[in-house]
């Protein structure tokens, strides 16, 4: 072989070389090109699911429904963090149900409630190259819901909520993905409940 070919040869093999010496990247290492492992800072999220009242505002029956939310928010380091959401519920009721209607409206009803929440990451797990992932938290907020139909119930409430979750921050850096249970509370109307919903969230 001529010493240009045994040139071209060895250049070949260098980058199969070099990526046999490298292997996944450590916390230290990402640390030291720059970037975090798990963002923090500026974030927006989403969640879905089951929201269920035992009973329905003003003394009313057991209500299934569902919830959808959108937050923005801010993380202060990586244990607490706060929130601006709004969500919007829907809830099946009977036709007997009749709110605070006076027999003018009855049946299902829903509500848009604004408000604000904070989390705290209670506990976390460590993956095998020393990055807290998973998290352990509990989240705590209030809002006011504004229902409609408004002749079924006219007034708004203040909603009140708190629960434990669990949350994965993936190796996408930015996103985590995560489940919370919340017990759920109507201030005004009594109507106590519980929510299961699913989230995402990305932070900048």
């Known amino acids: 072989m001529t010493i240009p070919a045994r040139l071209i040869a060895a250049l070949a093999c260098m980058p199969a070389l070099a990526l046999a010496q490298s292997g996944p990247p ?4 990402a640390a030291a090109r720059g970037f975090n492992e798990v963002e923090r800072g ?21 209500s299934p429904g569902q919830a959808a939310l959108v937050e923005a928010g801010y993380d202060f380091g990586e244990r607490v963090s706060v929130s601006g959401f709004a969500m919007v519920t829907a809830n099946r009721a009977g036709a007997d149900y009749l709110g605070r209607s006076g ?6 009803y829903s509500a848009f ?21 998973t998290w352990l938290y509990v989240r705590a907020g209030a809002g006011v819901a504004l229902f409609s ?13 708190a629960g434990p979750g669990v949350t ?5 850096r930015h996103f985590s993905v995560g489940l919370e249970v919340t017990g759920t509370f109507l201030l005004a109307s009594g109507s106590l409940g519980f929510a299961v919903t699913p989230n995402v969230r990305y932070a900048f």
């Open 113 to 133: 409630a604004p408000g604000a929440s904070v989390r705290f990451n209670a506990y976390g797990f460590a993956d095998a190259q020393e990055v807290k992932r």
């Open 103 to 108: 027999g003018l409206a009855s049946g299902d």
């Open 26 to 29: 450590s916390s230290e290492a």
């Open 149 to 161: 139909p408004r002749a079924l119930l006219p007034d708004p409430d203040v909603l009140l909520f």
């Open 42 to 62: 500026v974030f927006l999220g989403v969640q879905a699911g089951g929201f269920l009242l035992l009973n329905a505002p003003f003394r009313g029956p057991f």
């Open 168 to 172: 994965y921050h993936t190796r996408l």
